[in-house]
């Protein structure tokens, strides 16, 4: 009986030494992400790069990212405003894994009247890196 008793300890101390509890020397360390930049911008599915004529006065604003934007740095890092500098009021929904931005403008725009839009490099991932350069899209 004592060698049965001394027998099941053996293996109860071997089984609990073979669990499978992470070890910290073996946790994988991510690398920090690459630089975060605009793909691409399209004006109502037009590529964007020059002055754009002619718009609806609702339009809508694509903007794709090397990776996921961080929402809360999206108020200071993107700007909608006329020819004056007033801003424009947008709003902004989400795709792709928050790496590709839908915006609108919250109301019709006035016609005869320019605006321009852009992100300047206060904008971040969701890595805390920031925009690698600052962009503007004249319209």
Same mark, same amino acid.
Do not use: E
């Given at each position: 009986?004592?060698?049965? @008793? ?6 109860? &101390?071997? =089984?609990? !030494?073979?669990?499978? #509890? ?10 920090? &992400? ?12 037009? &590529?964007? !790069? *020059? $002055? ?9 604003? #694509?903007?794709?990212?090397? !990776? $996921? ?19 424009? &009021?947008? *709003?902004?929904?989400? +795709?792709? !894994? ?9 109301? =019709?725009? +006035? ?7 852009? @992100?300047?490099?206060?904008? +971040? ?6 925009? +690698? ?7």
């Amino acid at each position: 009986m004592t060698r049965r @008793f001394g027998l099941v300890m053996i293996l109860a &101390a071997l =089984a609990a !030494g073979c669990s499978k #509890h992470s070890d910290s020397s073996n946790n994988v360390v991510t690398p920090p &992400a690459g630089p975060f930049t605009l793909n691409s911008t399209t004006l109502n599915g037009i &590529a964007t !790069g *020059s $002055p754009f004529y002619n718009i609806n006065f609702s339009p809508v604003i #694509h903007c794709s990212f090397s !990776g $996921p934007v961080d929402h809360s740095s999206l108020t200071n890092g993107f700007y909608f405003k006329d020819n004056s500098g007033t801003s424009v &009021a947008w *709003s902004v929904t989400y +795709q792709n !894994g928050d790496s590709v931005l839908v915006i609108q403008p919250s109301s =019709a725009l +006035q016609p005869l009247t320019k605006y321009d839009f852009g @992100f300047n490099t206060s904008l +971040q991932s969701q890595h805390k890196i920031n925009l +690698q350069s600052a962009s503007n899209v004249p319209s």
